[in-house]
């Protein structure tokens, strides 16, 4: 009923939005790729690069999986964000709970996996700053310079370069 598995995409510096054919509703960030595949027993997606936030419709009959580098996060009628960097998968949980390795992580919280390995549990974190892609802002509180200088360059055509390593340390905080 749910056809073959589907591709969606976006280029860099482009943001997308998909109904999927159980309701869910999947956004993509900048330059990130995801393949879906439903069958009758389960609701998969197969997050390849980039940052997916899910709203997932709620199917008790059918679970809804999103797989990542190794790693199966198992949505419980939730919406959560999935952040595919170089070295580290982040999670952060929206609303409702999602099944991650061998943790529960509830709203409000992150959980960091690398290799397919949850390296300790769940932090607190503002997930209002997560989302803030979803109305086209970048959200930084005391982070490294160096990384707002990379999350700028995943949308604009001109990469930010700061070769002080001194200055890509430099906490800096701002909305933009």
Same mark, same amino acid.
């Given at each position: ?21 159980d309701g869910s509703l999947l956004h993509l960030n900048t330059d990130s790729a995801a393949t879906v595949h439903y069958s009758g027993q389960e609701r998969v997606v197969d997050l390849k690069r980039g940052?997916?936030? =899910? ?5 008790p009959a059918r679970g809804f999986r999103v797989a990542v580098e190794g790693t199966n996060l198992r949505?419980?009628?939730?919406? =959560? ?58 959200? =930084? ?36």
């Amino acid at each position: 009923r749910f056809g073959l598995p589907r591709t969606y995409e976006t280029v860099h510096g482009a943001q997308g939005m998909w109904r999927l054919p159980d309701g869910s509703l999947l956004h993509l960030n900048t330059d990130s790729a995801a393949t879906v595949h439903y069958s009758g027993q389960e609701r998969v997606v197969d997050l390849k690069r980039g940052e997916a936030l =899910f709203q997932v419709a709620r199917e008790p009959a059918r679970g809804f999986r999103v797989a990542v580098e190794g790693t199966n996060l198992r949505a419980v009628g939730t919406q =959560f964000d999935v952040y595919v960097r170089a070295h580290t998968t982040e999670l952060t949980v929206i609303e409702g709970t999602v099944l991650a390795a061998d943790q529960r992580v509830e709203a409000g919280y992150r959980l960091y996996i690398q290799a397919g390995i949850t390296p300790g549990p769940a932090t607190a974190v503002d997930t209002s700053r997560t989302i803030a892609w979803l109305q086209q802002r970048i959200d =930084f509180e005391h982070q490294p310079l160096g990384e707002v200088a990379d999350e700028f360059n995943r949308y604009g055509r001109l990469p930010i370069v700061i070769d002080d390593i001194q200055l890509r340390t430099l906490r800096s905080s701002g909305m933009f």
